[in-house]
């Protein structure tokens, strides 16, 4: 096959997309934009109209899609639902009402999992009850790992009901209607997507229960309940027989006390704490449990009370708590090490212990660079770890997030998702004239901020823009492809493979392409690449490619096998200490049930008609 110059350029500008994608070189983010950067200078996308032809492959076209502006409105009310409260509630209801047995607690999860994704991003619905699940079952001494990934997983397939459940759907159905093809009403695919709720509920209550590990998390490791730790400030005196010796020298014999901090005129000494030298009048910080602190204060030149003589201000003696928490996805730390960000300094926590990929990582901990998805063990003063988890940083693992919510506007916001989801099922029914998802969901959007829900810097925050820009750069990307005429060829190659083949097996095989390649790179790069491609493949051969493009849909959310593939499994494997082959272990059956569930019953929903003579 002889491919033109801008043809050999995007097959080249695909392999590095991916590939960059795959070894993570650059942010999946920065990647699809420099993607979009390249087929606008590389002369395949336009930057102004110079005929009418080429007004439908405008690169500005991808800031004014409406998938990325859909998905940014449902990220502001989802936002409402938390800041008044309402997922909080649920919750706590969740915590008084299902935790009655294993079995109740399961069943429960699931429902309430998938019911909330279904309508609103699923990352804040695990967000919110990773940290009760954990709490819970250290109370009824259960294993959390035997809940955390069937959370992920409810929270994935609940986002396969509705046409705004995951970013995939929109990004796939927000392309087939730009290409022609009828917009897809918002409980459109809530058929199949229902079914797949159904199968893997049974499938995570039966057999998926049986594959799930029994590990402890990290911080279960800690007694929290009996392990009471101190943290103290000391000083050294002018009659101490510390003075000229080393920390190490001077403490080091009382293994369960350590020095973690030293401070010399009002200020802190930097360098490694057990090396320093000590003075007259240094302000030493150890922490340790009540018998080793004891030990401390019997040491030769040793205070923890004020003395006035010397000017030196009251000690201060911090009771501290041990805390799990997570780099968060929106986390400004990723990238970063526990020193560069000044951690210490910054909250006045110490950091224990840092969990990865299954394993616990408890030497040099400073100096590793965090990810999304570690897990950190810290330990401090109540009130400082309230700091640390407030921020967006951090998702806290040890009890639920708690910020100042508005419960006086929590009628307001479920009218903002009452009446989008109303809206939504009369336009389906065909009871009143259908209304664009867009368009709901703005106005959703706009009623949450007018009635206060949240205010306007809480929305922009809100916003995961980390998503918003990877998906625009995909679908510049998925742009360049149609104007070069690839996705078309592509497609005629597909069909010639299939030879006489039926239209189900393609459907099995978008389905099964997309299932895979979302293990690999973003959900939302899998869905603007593909779906283009399943568009010509259907028009080639005559028939409504609308089965196709579903396939592509419910393909590209089958992220089930790896925790790398899915925002909410990344988060659920550093909270719930699994280990990469968990996942595989309880995933792939489920992911290959899916697959033939969908690729019998996606022709069934979505007839494979041929399509009418005019078209």
Not at 38 to 44: E, H, P, R, V
Not at 239 to 263: H, N, P, Q, Y
Not at 319 to 327: D, L, Q, R, V
Not at 340 to 367: P, S
Request: a neutral charge; charged letters at 15%.
């Amino acid at each position: 096959m002889n491919f033109t110059f801008e043809q050999w350029f995007m097959i080249i500008l695909v392999i590095v997309v991916f590939v960059t994608l795959v070894k993570e070189w650059l942010s999946p983010e920065i990647t699809a934009m420099c993607a979009l950067f390249a087929c606008i200078s590389g002369g395949i996308l336009p930057l102004k109209i110079t005929s009418p032809e080429e007004a439908q492959f405008l690169a500005l076209n991808v800031f004014s899609h409406p998938a990325p502006l859909t998905i940014a409105c449902m990220f502001i009310v989802s936002a409402a639902l938390e800041k008044t409260g309402i997922i909080e509630k649920m919750g706590d209801i969740f915590e008084r009402k299902a935790a009655t047995s294993e079995t109740m607690m399961l069943w429960s999860l699931i429902i309430i999992a998938a019911t909330l994704s279904a309508f609103m991003s699923n990352t804040p619905v695990v967000v919110v009850f990773m940290p009760i699940v954990i709490a819970i079952c250290r109370k009824k001494d259960w294993k959390a790992t035997r809940f955390l990934i069937p959370l992920s997983y409810a929270a994935i397939v609940g986002g396969t009901v509705t046409i705004v459940g995951t970013s995939t759907n929109l990004i796939s159905a927000g392309i087939a209607e730009s290409k022609g093809l009828a917009p897809f009403n918002l409980f459109e695919i809530a058929p199949l997507g229902l079914i797949f709720v159904i199968i893997t509920s049974i499938y995570l209550a039966t057999v998926g229960r049986k594959l799930l590990p029994d590990r402890i998390t990290l911080a279960a490791l800690v007694d929290s309940s009996t392990t009471r730790q101190f943290m103290t400030h000391a000083i050294v005196t002018a009659e101490s027989s510390m003075i000229g010796k080393t920390v190490r020298d001077s403490l080091g014999k009382i293994r369960t006390a350590r020095v973690v901090e030293v401070f010399r005129d009002e200020a802190k000494i930097m360098g490694a704490t057990d090396k320093m030298v000590l003075q007259e009048g240094d302000e030493i910080v150890v922490k340790g449990d009540l018998n080793a602190l004891m030990k401390v204060g019997k040491t030769d030149g040793i205070q923890f009370s004020s003395e006035k003589d010397i000017g030196l201000e009251e000690v201060r003696t911090e009771a501290t708590t041990i805390m799990e928490g997570i780099i968060g996805p929106n986390s400004s730390f990723i990238g970063k090490s526990l020193k560069e960000t000044r951690f210490r300094n910054r909250y006045g926590v110490i950091v224990v212990a840092l969990h990865r990929q299954g394993k616990n990582i408890t030497k040099k901990i400073g100096e590793v660079k965090l990810a999304f998805g570690d897990t950190l063990l810290v330990q401090g003063a109540p009130h400082r770890m309230q700091r640390l988890f407030s921020s967006n940083n951090f998702v806290s693992l040890s009890e639920p997030k708690t910020e100042n919510t508005r419960p006086e506007k929590a009628k307001y916001a479920l009218a903002a998702m009452g009446g989008f989801v109303l809206l939504g099922a009369l336009g389906g029914f065909g009871l009143i004239p259908a209304l664009p998802v867009f368009g709901m969901a703005f106005g959703a959007a706009l009623f949450c901020l007018v009635t206060q829900c949240l205010d306007p810097k809480e929305a922009f925050e809100a916003i995961e823009w980390k998503v918003i820009f990877m998906i625009m750069g995909m679908l510049g990307l998925g742009l360049g492809l149609e104007k070069t005429n690839l996705a078309a060829e592509g497609a005629t190659a597909m069909v010639a493979a299939m030879g006489d083949y039926s239209p189900v097996l393609l459907v099995a095989a978008f389905y099964l392409l997309a299932a895979i390649l979302t293990e690999l790179i973003s959900n939302q790069a899998v869905a603007a690449l593909l779906t283009p491609i399943s568009i010509s493949v259907g028009l080639q051969l005559g028939i409504d490619p609308r089965a196709f493009v579903v396939a592509v849909m419910f393909g590209s959310s089958a992220s089930f096998s790896t925790p790398i593939g899915y925002q909410t499994n990344t988060l659920v494997y550093g909270g719930g200490g699994y280990k990469f082959s968990d996942f595989f272990k309880v995933g792939f059956p489920l992911a290959l049930i899916l697959w033939i569930v969908a690729s019998l019953v996606i022709p069934m929903i979505w007839d494979l008609n041929p399509l009418p003579a005019a078209q």
